[in-house]
């Protein structure tokens, strides 16, 4: 499996920005749907950004739909996720992981890579 980690997660106030980063291991990198996922205290881990290998298609989930952008650097192994506008309810711990289609929502690939150990995001109101 490969190894994930996260970073650029902190505390920010409503309407900040923030981007966050996530560097992958491995060799086939560039072959994977890659995504991004949260947890909020109390809640299951849910979707969040969705990007092709090739980095030309995106899906979003409707919370962060026009305030949240993906994107991915296959040289680097890296995958960012842009944050804009935040807000409160955008706190949670943050992962990336190889991302598939399943059941109407993308979920992560743990046969890809375990997951790694998140950064946190906190908006503060």
């Known amino acids: 499996q490969e190894r994930l980690v996260e970073s650029g997660g902190r505390v920010v106030h409503t309407g900040g920005s923030l981007t966050l980063s996530c560097v992958v291991s491995?060799?086939?990198?560039?072959?994977?749907?890659m995504g991004w996922f949260r947890q909020a205290p109390g809640n299951e881990r849910e979707f969040v950004a969705h990007?092709?290998?090739?980095?030309?298609?995106?899906h979003y989930a409707d919370s962060v739909r026009g305030r949240f952008n993906i994107s991915r650097d296959n040289a680097k192994n890296m995958v960012y996720l842009q944050m804009d506008n935040l807000k409160p309810e955008d706190t949670a711990v943050y992962y990336c992981?190889?991302?598939?289609?399943?059941?109407?929502?993308?979920?992560?690939?743990?046969?890809?890579?375990?997951w790694g150990q998140g950064t946190r995001v906190t908006v503060s109101a």
């Open positions: 990007i092709s290998p090739g980095g030309t298609i995106m």
């Open positions: 992981n190889a991302a598939y289609w399943s059941d109407g929502t993308y979920h992560g690939n743990t046969y890809y890579a375990s």
């Open positions: 491995g060799r086939t990198f560039s072959e994977h749907h």
